[in-house]
């Protein structure tokens, strides 16, 4: 989801249990340093120029996921998304300023080149993105070509970034790139399936062609939720906090934001359970419910004028549609084996506790008070952080089951498949595997 458990906090994707242990105890140290140097977000030094001569007629495309890009305003491109002063003190919401719908305070923002990293406390603390991949990339002797960073806002649809990205490969193409790679984590794998399939085609009247595979030699996806994360509905509902800033995702952010439904659970990842813990399934996709249960939008929906109310209820049953639509094409059943055959690996994680169900109290007019995602048993649950009933195995974000790889992708590339016992984020930070990548990348 760049679903990025480096950035998670308790209620979302954190800065890590590290960083949050050790704010507290600089402080002041940070005061001081607020004001005797600037700070400039998550750019990270100028690496070391490789030894070799780059092959003009290649490049590697990296494609983040959800959180993957630093967000600045129009204005005056103030970095927003994620800065220091915004995680301790910022007030600021990323909620996307879609007209009628009662949004306050919102700006206008664009995206602003791939977080490779987030300074926590500048010169002395910060946590690896996709820095790291990108330094290794643009040094590795095997590799060769052109290091791209696909750089996207991740908060809207993914159809707007899969012609994004189709965009980025004309230019490459027109500028004599021959030979194309990409690597794609978390949702940037989604971008990246459906235009491997369908090309830039309407997500309505898409047609199975791969058009998207013949444009490209080598793909790496690492951490892909196949079938959504249950994170993205619980952060619609309760939003997530950044440090101390609970106003930069807030509920109503995360619910105005079209890529969040994109990561919604899916066929069968869409269940809840009773209190009884007996399943229910499709309930979150069921647009009607959310408006009876007052759920992300709809929340308080008392407060709001009949005009304002019907505006959301109509704004996300539009983008639960499109994106349930969305990821259906990513699993259809093959019809066309692709005439194109790129090299595929395909990576994800396990043996990680992973959020995979909440618990529906079915209570109407409640908004997300109907919604738990703890065990209600703490009994049944076992040890602590041990959740049996609500968790499944994964990486901590995106289940196994969500991350496997469709049926379809796998009967038409016959791929490389690993998995490897990490987080969720580490799947693109860990060097041995970033090894693995790269020398999948160097095979001609």
């Known amino acids: 989801m760049g679903i990025s458990d480096a950035l998670r906090t308790r209620s979302g994707f954190p800065i890590t249990a590290i960083a949050i242990r050790i704010l507290p105890f600089f402080l002041k140290f940070l005061f001081v340093l607020l004001l005797i140097m600037p700070l400039s977000g998550c750019s990270r030094h100028p690496v070391t120029k490789p030894d070799h001569a780059p092959n003009a007629g290649s490049a590697i495309i990296v494609v983040p996921g959800y959180y993957g890009t630093r967000l600045v305003r129009e204005a005056d491109r103030s970095l927003v998304f994620i800065s220091l002063p915004q995680a301790l003190f910022g007030r600021q919401s990323l909620t996307l300023p879609v007209p009628d719908l009662g949004f306050e305070g919102t700006i206008n923002l664009q995206p602003d080149g791939i977080l490779d990293e987030v300074r926590v406390m500048p010169l002395v603390y910060s ?35 899969v012609r994004s990205f189709d965009g980025l490969i004309r230019r490459l193409r027109d500028q004599g790139k021959k030979d194309i790679s990409v690597v794609a984590h978390s949702m940037g794998g989604l971008i990246v399936s459906y235009y491997l399939r369908y090309g830039t085609q309407d997500i309505d009247t898409a047609v199975e062609t791969w058009e998207g595979a013949g444009e490209i030699s080598r793909v790496v996806m690492a951490g892909v939720p196949f079938l959504g994360a249950m994170n993205s509905f619980r952060n619609m509902n309760y939003g997530a906090t950044f440090g101390w800033n609970s106003s ?22 869409d269940e809840l359970l009773t209190p009884e813990l007996k399943p229910l399934h499709g309930v979150i996709r069921n647009a009607g419910q959310w408006r009876q249960s007052e759920w992300g939008l709809l929340k308080n929906k008392q407060t709001l004028s009949k005009e304002i109310v019907d505006g959301r209820a109509a704004y996300l049953s539009f983008w639960l549609r499109r994106s349930e639509q969305f990821l259906e094409r990513l699993h259809a059943p093959l019809s066309t084996p692709s005439p194109h055959q790129p090299s595929l690996l395909y990576q994800y994680a396990t043996g990680t506790s992973t959020l995979a169900k909440g618990v ?41 089951s969500s991350a496997w790889l469709p049926a379809a992708y796998r009967q038409s590339f016959h791929p490389t498949i690993r998995d490897y016992e990490v987080g969720h984020t580490e799947l693109v930070t860990t060097p041995d595997i970033q090894d693995d990548i790269i020398k999948f990348l160097e095979r001609r």
């Open 127 to 161: 946590i690896d993105v996709y820095g790291s991949l990108l330094d290794r990339l643009r040094v590795s002797k095997h590799t060769g070509g052109e290091v791209i960073p696909f750089t996207y806002d991740w908060r809207g649809d993914l159809m707007d970034a």
């Open 248 to 269: 930069l995702l807030s509920y109503e952010a995360y619910a105005s934001f079209p890529a969040s439904y994109y990561l919604l659970p899916v066929a069968d990842s």
């Open 360 to 400: 529906w109290t079915g209570n109407p007019g409640k908004g997300p008070d109907s919604l738990l995602f703890e065990d209600p048993d703490p009994v049944a649950a076992g040890p602590a952080g041990n959740h049996p009933t609500v968790y499944a195995d994964g990486d901590g974000t995106v289940t196994v």
